[in-house]
C-alpha cells in the first residue's frame, strides 16, 4: 500500500489550491473546475488510491517507451492473469496512467514529448479494444474505472472522438452501489461523479455527491463506528485497508466539490478530520500500523507502512479553514512519525486497544462474539487465521513490524496462546475494556478466552492485559488444554533481531547466542530497547537468527522470490496439557540490560490475583484493576475487601473507581469496598462507567 508522495506534499497541495479559482460561476463552470481541480492533484503528484499495487514510480517511465510492442502490449505483462487481488494484467492500465502523468507534468523528462504521447495513445487504444475483464467484480467495476479516470483527466483534449468515447465506456462499467456499504459506496459515487462532471451531468453529479456524503456518518453497520473505529465486511475492523481508501476518498471529494453546490457540508468534513484525530491517530505510530487494523491486507507487501494521511490533512486544511492551525500541527506530529497523543485508548467497538507513549505504543486486537474473525479470500492472508486472536505488537522510535509477515511464525504470532493443532477460536461475550477516558495513561483489557479444533473447544484461559504509561502487564489465567496434542505456547514477541538478546536467569546475566535456547528461570529479556519479564515457573525458548520465507507463502498474488529477515522470537511455554495454570509476561521500554536490572529491583507493578474468577493487578501505591469474570471479592493491598455482584472490570485509580460491562449490555454493578456499598451504571457498548469517588 506504499503511495509515492513527494515529501513537500502540503506545498503541492496549496499550490494546486491557489492556480484553481475558487468560486464558482454556474453549475456547468463548477463541472470544469472540479475536472481540473483533480487535475491538478494528479500533476502534482497526489496518487488517488491507497491500493497497494497502484503506484506512481515513473522510474521505468522511458523504458516502457521504448518496449512497447507492435501489437501495443508489453512483453513483461501476463495478459492472460486472472488474480482477483493483484490483476497483473491491470499493470499495462497503470503505466498508460504514469506515462499520461508524466507527459502532463512540466517537470517531468517526458512532458510535452510528442512521440512518446502516441505510445500512451497506442497502449489506452489497446486496453478499450480489448476490454479485459476480471473474475472479481471489484477489479471491472471499480479498479479499472478508476485508473481509466486518472487516464482521462491526465490526457484532456488529448482525446477526442471515438478514442474519448472509448476511455469513457471503460470508465462507465462503473456500477453505482447502494447506500450503507461503506468504502465500496463511496468508491462507486465518486466514479459516477467524475464520469457526469467530465459530461457536464450536473443532476448525476448531484446524486453522486449526496451518495458520498450520506456515507459520511456514524453508527452504521459499515464504515465509522460510534468509536472512530472503521468496519467494512461485517464487524470487522478494517481502519488502514478499506477505511484508508474510505477516509482518503471522501476527503478528496470535500476537496474537489468545496465552493461549488455539491459541496459536502462542513459538519460532514468536520467529521473526517475527527475520524483522523479519535481513530486514525490512534492506531497508528506515524505512518506505521500494525496487522489488527489491516485484516487481511497484512498480506501485501508494505501494507504495515500505509498508514500516513499527511496528504489528507493538507487537503482538510483547505476545507475546514477554521482548523488549518489544528490540522496542521497533527501533520507534523504525524510526519516526525511520534503519536499525536499520549495514554491508554480502547476502541469497544471493534475489540481494539492502544497505549501511546512517546517511547513506544502497545497495540492489542481481541475478538468476540460481536466481532468477525479474520478474511482470507482473494488468494490473501493464507496464514493469518490466528489474527485477532489476542495478538499485541510493540511499535518504537526505531523498530516496527514493516514487511515481517512472509518470515513470521503465524502460529506463533505476539501475545496469542495457542497450539499448532489448534484452528478456531469461539468468541465470547466477556471481551472488553475499562478505562479513565480522554488522554488517561491507564487502562485494562479482558478476554474469555475458548479456541480448540473446529467446533470442538480444547483450550480455554482468562487473559487479562494492565497498561499503565509503558508498562503492560498480560496475565493467562485458568489455562487449561483437554486431549492430547501440540505444546501450548505464547509469543512474547516475534520481531527484528537488533543488537544483542541478554537474559537474566540461574546462571546470572548472560548474552545469548544466535541460535535456538530453552531456558528455565528466566527472570527478565532485554532486546532492543525492550524488557520482557516472564510471568510464572514455565520455561523460555528462544529462536535467534535468519529466517526466509516469501510473499507467496502469505498471499499468492504476489512474488516467490525468497525473503530473508533475522528474527527475535521468544515464547513462553505452557507444556502440552496445561491444567488451571497461571503465567503471563510483563513488557516495558527499557534502554539497556544495566537499566533492566534496576527496575526489576523494584518493580512498579505486582500482581494480586491470576486465576478463573478474577485476575487483578497493581500500579504503584493506590492504582489497580481487575477483571470479575464471576461475582466475587478481592482483597486490597491495604487489607480492604471489595466485592461485586456481577461480572464486570474495574479500575481504581486515586480513590475514583470505574467500572465496565465486558459482555457490552450495559448493567448497573453493586460495589463494596470495605463497609460502603457503590451503584456503578456501566454503559452498554463496553464503554467505561463515570468515575465514582470513595
Same mark, same amino acid.
Given at each position: 500500500?506504499?503511495?509515492?508522495?513527494?515529501?513537500?506534499?502540503?506545498l503541492?497541495?496549496?499550490?494546486?489550491?491557489?492556480?484553481?479559482?475558487?468560486?464558482?460561476?454556474?453549475?456547468?463552470?463548477?463541472?470544469?473546475?472540479?475536472?481540473?481541480?483533480?487535475?491538478?492533484?494528479?500533476?502534482?503528484?497526489?496518487?488517488?488510491?491507497?491500493?497497494?499495487?497502484?503506484?506512481?514510480?515513473?522510474?521505468?517511465?522511458?523504458?516502457?517507451?521504448?518496449?512497447?510492442?507492435?501489437?501495443?502490449?508489453?512483453?513483461?505483462?501476463?495478459?492472460?492473469?486472472?488474480?482477483?487481488?493483484?490483476?497483473?494484467?491491470?499493470?499495462?492500465?497503470?503505466?498508460?496512467?504514469?506515462?499520461?502523468?508524466?507527459?502532463?507534468?512540466?517537470?517531468?523528462?517526458?512532458?510535452?514529448?510528442?512521440?512518446?504521447?502516441?505510445?500512451?495513445?497506442?497502449?489506452?487504444?489497446?486496453?478499450?479494444?480489448?476490454?479485459?475483464?476480471?473474475?472479481?467484480?471489484?477489479?471491472?467495476?471499480?479498479?479499472?474505472?478508476?485508473?481509466?479516470?486518472?487516464?482521462?483527466?491526465?490526457?484532456?483534449?488529448?482525446?477526442?472522438?471515438?478514442?474519448?468515447?472509448?476511455?469513457? /465506456? +471503460?470508465?462507465?462499467?462503473?456500477? =453505482?452501489?447502494? *447506500? &450503507? @456499504? !461503506? #468504502?465500496?459506496?463511496?468508491?462507486? %459515487?465518486?466514479?459516477?461523479?467524475?464520469?457526469?462532471?467530465?459530461?457536464?451531468?450536473?443532476?448525476?453529479?448531484?446524486?453522486?455527491?449526496?451518495?458520498?456524503?450520506g456515507?459520511?456518518?456514524?453508527?452504521?453497520?459499515?464504515?465509522?463506528?460510534?468509536?472512530?473505529?472503521?468496519?467494512?465486511?461485517?464487524?470487522?475492523?478494517?481502519?488502514?485497508?478499506?477505511?484508508?481508501?474510505?477516509?482518503?476518498?471522501?476527503?478528496?471529494?470535500?476537496?474537489?466539490?468545496?465552493?461549488?453546490?455539491?459541496?459536502?457540508?462542513?459538519?460532514?468534513?468536520?467529521?473526517?478530520?475527527?475520524?483522523?484525530?479519535r481513530?486514525n491517530?490512534?492506531?497508528?505510530?506515524?505512518?506505521?500500523?500494525?496487522?489488527g487494523?489491516?485484516?487481511? /491486507? +497484512?498480506?501485501?507487501?508494505?501494507? =504495515?507502512?500505509? *498508514? &500516513? @494521511? !499527511? #496528504?489528507?490533512?493538507?487537503?482538510? %486544511?483547505?476545507?475546514?479553514?477554521?482548523?488549518?492551525?489544528?490540522?496542521?500541527?497533527?501533520?507534523?506530529?504525524?510526519?516526525?512519525?511520534?503519536?499525536?497523543?499520549?495514554?491508554?485508548r480502547?476502541?469497544?467497538?471493534?475489540?481494539?486497544?492502544?497505549?501511546?507513549?512517546?517511547?513506544?505504543?502497545?497495540?492489542?486486537?481481541?475478538?468476540?462474539?460481536?466481532?468477525?474473525?479474520?478474511?482470507?479470500?482473494?488468494?490473501?492472508?493464507?496464514?493469518?487465521?490466528?489474527?485477532?486472536?489476542?495478538?499485541?505488537?510493540?511499535?518504537?522510535?526505531?523498530?516496527?513490524?514493516?514487511?515481517?509477515?512472509?518470515?513470521?511464525?503465524?502460529?506463533?504470532?505476539?501475545?496469542?496462546?495457542?497450539?499448532?493443532?489448534?484452528?478456531?477460536?469461539?468468541?465470547?461475550?466477556?471481551?472488553?475494556?475499562?478505562?479513565?477516558? !480522554?488522554?488517561?495513561?491507564?487502562?485494562?483489557?479482558?478476554?474469555?478466552?475458548?479456541?480448540?479444533?473446529?467446533?470442538?473447544?480444547?483450550?480455554?484461559?482468562?487473559?487479562?492485559?494492565?497498561?499503565?504509561?509503558?508498562?503492560?502487564?498480560?496475565?493467562?489465567?485458568?489455562?487449561?488444554?483437554?486431549?492430547?496434542?501440540?505444546?501450548?505456547?505464547?509469543?512474547?514477541?516475534?520481531?527484528?533481531?537488533?543488537?544483542?538478546?541478554?537474559?537474566?536467569?540461574?546462571?546470572?546475566?548472560?548474552?545469548?547466542?544466535?541460535g535456538?535456547?530453552?531456558?528455565?528461570?528466566?527472570?527478565?529479556?532485554?532486546?532492543?530497547?525492550?524488557?520482557?519479564?516472564?510471568?510464572?515457573?514455565?520455561?523460555?525458548?528462544?529462536?535467534?537468527?535468519?529466517?526466509?520465507?516469501?510473499?507467496n507463502?502469505?498471499?499468492?498474488?504476489?512474488?516467490?522470490?525468497?525473503?530473508?529477515?533475522?528474527?527475535?522470537?521468544?515464547?513462553?511455554?505452557?507444556?502440552?496439557?496445561?491444567?488451571?495454570?497461571?503465567?503471563?509476561?510483563?513488557?516495558l521500554?527499557?534502554?539497556?540490560?544495566?537499566?533492566?536490572?534496576?527496575?526489576?529491583?523494584?518493580?512498579?507493578?505486582?500482581?494480586?490475583?491470576n486465576?478463573?474468577?478474577?485476575?487483578?493487578?497493581?500500579?504503584?501505591?493506590?492504582?489497580?484493576?481487575?477483571?470479575?469474570?464471576?461475582?466475587?471479592?478481592?482483597?486490597?493491598?491495604?487489607?480492604?475487601?471489595?466485592?461485586?455482584?456481577?461480572?464486570?472490570l474495574?479500575?481504581?485509580?486515586?480513590?475514583?473507581?470505574?467500572?465496565?460491562?465486558?459482555?457490552?449490555?450495559?448493567?448497573?454493578?453493586?460495589?463494596?469496598?470495605g463497609?460502603?456499598?457503590?451503584?456503578?451504571?456501566?454503559p452498554?457498548?463496553?464503554?467505561?462507567s463515570?468515575?465514582?469517588?470513595?
Amino acid at each position: 500500500m506504499k503511495r509515492f508522495l513527494p515529501r513537500p506534499f502540503f506545498l503541492l497541495v496549496l499550490t494546486a489550491a491557489l492556480w484553481l479559482p475558487r468560486a464558482v460561476a454556474s453549475a456547468d463552470a463548477g463541472c470544469a473546475q472540479i475536472v481540473e481541480r483533480y487535475r491538478g492533484l494528479l500533476v502534482s503528484g497526489y496518487a488517488p488510491t491507497a491500493q497497494a499495487s497502484a503506484g506512481w514510480d515513473a522510474t521505468d517511465a522511458s523504458k516502457w517507451i521504448a518496449t512497447l510492442g507492435a501489437d501495443s502490449r508489453w512483453p513483461d505483462i501476463d495478459y492472460e492473469n486472472r488474480a482477483g487481488g493483484a490483476w497483473q494484467t491491470l499493470v499495462h492500465l497503470r503505466r498508460v496512467r504514469i506515462l499520461s502523468r508524466e507527459i502532463s507534468r512540466p517537470a517531468s523528462p517526458l512532458s510535452n514529448d510528442a512521440a512518446a504521447e502516441q505510445i500512451i495513445l497506442r497502449a489506452l487504444d489497446h486496453w478499450t479494444q480489448q476490454r479485459y475483464q476480471n473474475p472479481n467484480w471489484w477489479q471491472n467495476q471499480i479498479g479499472v474505472p478508476q485508473v481509466m479516470r486518472d487516464i482521462i483527466v491526465l490526457l484532456g483534449d488529448r482525446l477526442t472522438g471515438d478514442r474519448r468515447a472509448g476511455a469513457m /465506456a +471503460v470508465l462507465k462499467q462503473l456500477k =453505482l452501489m447502494d *447506500a &450503507g @456499504i !461503506g #468504502a465500496n459506496t463511496v468508491w462507486s %459515487a465518486e466514479l459516477a461523479m467524475m464520469a457526469a462532471a467530465l459530461e457536464d451531468d450536473t443532476a448525476a453529479l448531484a446524486h453522486a455527491s449526496a451518495l458520498v456524503a450520506g456515507e459520511i456518518t456514524q453508527g452504521g453497520a459499515q464504515g465509522i463506528q460510534d468509536d472512530f473505529s472503521f468496519h467494512q465486511h461485517g464487524a470487522r475492523l478494517q481502519q488502514f485497508h478499506y477505511g484508508a481508501s474510505f477516509f482518503q476518498d471522501t476527503v478528496r471529494i470535500a476537496w474537489l466539490l468545496r465552493g461549488t453546490p455539491w459541496a459536502i457540508s462542513e459538519e460532514k468534513v468536520a467529521l473526517l478530520a475527527d475520524f483522523a484525530d479519535r481513530g486514525n491517530f490512534w492506531m497508528s505510530r506515524g505512518s506505521v500500523t500494525v496487522p489488527g487494523t489491516l485484516d487481511r /491486507a +497484512v498480506s501485501r507487501p508494505g501494507a =504495515l507502512a500505509a *498508514a &500516513g @494521511i !499527511g #496528504a489528507e490533512l493538507a487537503l482538510l %486544511a483547505d476545507v475546514l479553514p477554521e482548523r488549518r492551525n489544528e490540522l496542521g500541527v497533527m501533520a507534523r506530529v504525524h510526519a516526525s512519525g511520534r503519536p499525536p497523543h499520549s495514554g491508554f485508548r480502547a476502541f469497544p467497538r471493534s475489540d481494539f486497544a492502544v497505549s501511546h507513549q512517546s517511547t513506544a505504543s502497545f497495540f492489542l486486537k481481541t475478538i468476540s462474539t460481536r466481532t468477525e474473525v479474520t478474511e482470507t479470500l482473494l488468494r490473501e492472508n493464507r496464514r493469518g487465521r490466528k489474527l485477532n486472536w489476542g495478538d499485541h505488537y510493540v511499535l518504537t522510535e526505531r523498530s516496527n513490524y514493516v514487511d515481517l509477515p512472509p518470515v513470521w511464525n503465524w502460529e506463533l504470532l505476539p501475545g496469542v496462546t495457542s497450539a499448532p493443532d489448534v484452528d478456531s477460536i469461539q468468541g465470547r461475550a466477556f471481551v472488553g475494556a475499562v478505562s479513565a477516558g !480522554g488522554y488517561g495513561n491507564t487502562g485494562a483489557v479482558a478476554m474469555d478466552y475458548a479456541t480448540g479444533q473446529g467446533e470442538v473447544t480444547t483450550l480455554t484461559a482468562r487473559k487479562f492485559w494492565a497498561v499503565r504509561g509503558g508498562t503492560v502487564v498480560g496475565l493467562i489465567g485458568a489455562l487449561t488444554r483437554t486431549g492430547s496434542g501440540e505444546p501450548v505456547r505464547t509469543a512474547l514477541d516475534q520481531r527484528r533481531l537488533r543488537g544483542a538478546v541478554t537474559i537474566a536467569d540461574a546462571d546470572g546475566v548472560n548474552v545469548l547466542a544466535p541460535g535456538q535456547h530453552t531456558r528455565s528461570g528466566v527472570r527478565w529479556i532485554h532486546h532492543d530497547g525492550l524488557l520482557y519479564v516472564p510471568l510464572g515457573t514455565q520455561p523460555v525458548s528462544f529462536s535467534l537468527g535468519p529466517v526466509t520465507g516469501s510473499w507467496n507463502d502469505v498471499n499468492l498474488n504476489y512474488s516467490t522470490d525468497p525473503v530473508t529477515e533475522s528474527i527475535f522470537l521468544a515464547t513462553l511455554e505452557h507444556g502440552n496439557a496445561p491444567a488451571s495454570a497461571a503465567s503471563g509476561f510483563v513488557i516495558l521500554p527499557c534502554d539497556t540490560p544495566a537499566r533492566a536490572k534496576k527496575l526489576m529491583k523494584k518493580p512498579g507493578w505486582s500482581v494480586w490475583r491470576n486465576d478463573a474468577d478474577v485476575q487483578a493487578v497493581r500500579f504503584g501505591d493506590d492504582v489497580w484493576l481487575a477483571a470479575f469474570y464471576v461475582a466475587g471479592k478481592i482483597s486490597t493491598w491495604r487489607g480492604v475487601e471489595v466485592s461485586v455482584d456481577a461480572p464486570c472490570l474495574l479500575f481504581h485509580e486515586h480513590g475514583e473507581l470505574r467500572a465496565s460491562d465486558p459482555t457490552h449490555a450495559g448493567r448497573t454493578i453493586r460495589v463494596r469496598v470495605g463497609h460502603k456499598d457503590y451503584a456503578i451504571v456501566c454503559p452498554a457498548g463496553g464503554k467505561t462507567s463515570e468515575p465514582v469517588r470513595l
